[in-house]
């Protein structure tokens, strides 16, 4: 999943020349959550994360001009806490690792809500398919992190509502033991790469 998680608040075009102040943010792999859940039988919601996230953009914090986003999820990374449930997920019933060991999100526009919100829309790839998705995003702050290299760091935080079925993944499906939709929450802290 190369893209999912990402992703900056508001996509704005702006002249040529604001490319020239458009900054390099990654992911911090040790501050970044990708959750999600998904409904069993109507009783609960069960809770999924994937571990192995990477990703990068481009952002200008002045214009809000948002661009390269590249984000990649490794699907064998997924942990819903329970053994026997991982190896079902891992299978051809559901993310099919051995045969799509990635997935990825990339960006392809947006726009702010407010000065702290917006959307950010781009394609989501799973099991080979590839659909729109639109992630609402809250930027919760931007200020040089207080440790280590003392960078400026972006903290975000993302949501966005799925069907799985729309990516083929269809089991369990028709006879509502594993719903359908799928809810994703995304936490991260990107940091400017002079």
């Known amino acids: 999943m190369r893209t999912l998680l990402v ?7 702006f002249a040529a020349t604001a490319q020239a102040d458009m900054a390099r943010y990654e992911l911090d792999p040790e501050h970044t959550s990708i959750y999600f859940t998904v409904d069993h039988i109507g009783f609960a919601k069960t809770l999924g994360i994937f571990t192995d996230v990477n990703g990068s953009f481009m952002y200008d914090v002045d214009t809000q001009e948002l661009g390269d986003v590249s984000v990649t999820i490794g699907t064998a990374s997924v942990n819903t806490f329970n053994e026997a449930r991982d190896g079902h997920v891992r299978k051809p019933d559901f993310l099919h690792v051995s045969e799509h060991p990635e ?13 702290t919100t917006g ?4 394609d989501l790839a799973i099991l080979g398919v590839t659909q729109p998705v639109t992630l609402n995003v809250t930027l919760n702050k931007i200020a040089d992190y207080p440790f280590g290299h003392q960078r400026e760091v972006l903290g975000l935080s993302m949501t966005a ?3 799985r079925s729309d990516f083929g993944m269809t089991y ?9 939709e799928v809810n994703i929450s995304i936490e991260t802290e990107a940091m400017k790469i002079e």
């Open 7 to 13: 992703t900056t608040a508001f996509f704005t075009t």
């Open 103 to 115: 997935i990825t999100f990339v960006a392809s526009g947006g726009a702010p809500t407010s000065d």
């Open 119 to 122: 959307t950010v829309t781009g």
């Open 161 to 163: 509502t799925i069907q």
């Open 172 to 180: 369990a499906v028709e006879n509502g033991l594993v719903g359908d």
